[in-house]
Nanobody, 132 residues
């Protein structure tokens, strides 16, 4: 059984930046598909950004040009750099891992809509709060 943990959240003013980290135990993140998801109160879970095992990436339209996903294989970490934050980005952010997804977009969209395909759970996530 593996575990992924999201960290790095915080409270910032609009226009600020944060970098989230997704770390894993029992899993090599560079060999699987990894995604960042968020859920705000009263809203459905969204797939924010995903990176496939082949390195291809996907971004939801709401974050394109502002967020950047990357992977440090040596440290076994997947980052989500978030710039130009707005109050609409306020949510609890989670990272998730899977394998065999045909694309990063499928990883993001189907995982957000259907949930995880394994029993690992979403973990506690990390809160991002952006004030105006």
């Amino acid at each position: 059984q593996f575990e992924v943990v999201a960290s790095g959240g915080g409270s910032v003013r609009a226009g600020g930046s944060l970098r989230l980290s997704c770390t894993a135990s029992g899993l090599t993140l560079g060999r699987v598909d990894v995604g960042w998801f968020r859920r705000a109160p009263g809203k459905e879970r969204e797939g924010v950004s995903c990176i496939n095992s082949d390195g291809s990436t996907y971004y939801d339209d709401s974050v394109k040009g502002r967020f950047s996903i990357s992977r440090d294989n040596a440290k076994n970490i997947v980052y989500l750099q978030m710039d130009g934050l707005t109050p609409e980005d306020t949510a609890r952010y989670y990272c998730a891992a899977d394998h065999g997804r045909p694309s990063a977009q499928v990883m993001c969209e189907e995982t957000a809509r259907l949930g995880l395909r394994h029993s690992g759970g979403w973990g506690q996530g990390t809160q991002v709060t952006v004030s105006s």
